[in-house]
């Protein structure tokens, strides 16, 4: 995990609040021990996240457990260790022990994506019957969530901005879920932003690109007097027009000479064409 992730705030946030009641401290332990470690062991919670290992200790405390923590030097970094001690508090089966639950199991070994991209809330559990506790509690509280498998492990996952959203409410980071609905808004706005400044640049370097080959037909064919007085009345007064107004939109141009869109767009087709026609020829002895 980053310094500063988006996750570590959330951890941060939900890291120091103790349920007030026992059912729900039960159940906040027990989450934590449901992302396992190496020894899978239920009665045994292992975290890299110390200040996890903290808040497992200080809840296991206030129902008079002499719990503590170990730190553990595991392959790749360092984990935290807490034993549960048999006889406490259990969990009960209503939804505040559910929200309790997934809180543990986010807090030991959870992650989310930063809101600015795209929705994921994930966390490993220690095998399938912990995949399909986690399952039942985010079913029961009405978040969207599935199990898939990373390394022959299971990973309850949520993909959804809704459900992301949700379940941050669910486990309690209310802050948490303020900054990520605003990532959201931002990652929608932008998005949108981007789609229409795209489609406008486009059009307007399609604009331009035909105004500057009528005005380069223009210039050419009114340089021989000949040519120029050869070509249909209609046509000229198009040129003409493109010429006293080289920024002006088709449509301005229509209006101007009282003719419609269509129209005009053709007008100045057949002027370009004329204009290369005596350039290296593209339909030699086309027709206007
Ligand atoms: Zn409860």
């Not at 989450?31 to 890299?48: F, H, Q, R, Y």
């Not at 059009?203 to 035909?210: E, I, K, P, S, W």
């Amino acid at each position: 995990m980053r310094a500063g992730s988006f996750t570590e705030s959330v951890v941060a946030e939900i890291a120091p609040h103790l349920p007030p009641l026992p059912h729900c401290r039960a159940a906040l332990v027990e989450g934590m021990s449901l992302t396992g470690g190496p020894a899978l062991n239920p009665e045994v919670i292992e975290t890299p996240r110390a200040v996890a290992a903290r808040c497992a200790v200080a809840t296991l405390h206030a129902d008079g457990s002499a719990a503590h923590a170990v730190r553990v030097r595991a392959p790749r970094r360092v984990r935290y260790r807490v034993e549960i001690p048999s006889g406490g508090p259990r969990a009960s089966a209503a939804n505040c022990c559910r929200r309790s639950r997934l809180r543990g199991a986010f807090l030991a070994l959870g992650w989310v994506s930063r809101p600015e991209r795209s929705p994921h809330l994930e966390i490993p559990v220690r095998d399938a019957a912990a995949a399909a506790i986690l399952m039942g509690d985010l079913a029961a509280l009405e978040v969207a969530g599935s199990v898939r498998m990373r390394r022959h492990r299971p990973l309850v996952t949520v993909r959804t901005a809704l459900a992301v959203g949700a379940a941050l409410s669910c486990i309690g980071a209310q802050g948490g879920r303020l900054v990520y609905e605003e990532g959201r808004v931002v990652r929608d706005v932008r998005a949108d932003v981007n789609r229409n400044l795209n489609a406008e640049t486009a059009n307007l370097r399609r604009t331009v690109h035909a105004a500057v080959r009528q005005l380069d037909a223009v210039a050419r064919l009114s340089a021989d007097p000949i040519r120029w007085n050869t070509l249909p009345p209609a046509i000229r007064e198009a040129g003409l027009l493109r010429r006293t107004h080289p920024d002006a939109a088709l449509a301005m141009l229509a209006q101007t000479a009282g003719i419609s869109r269509p129209a005009m767009a053709g007008r100045l087709h057949r002027l370009v064409e004329a204009g290369s026609a005596g350039q290296p020829p593209r339909r030699p002895g086309s027709r206007w």
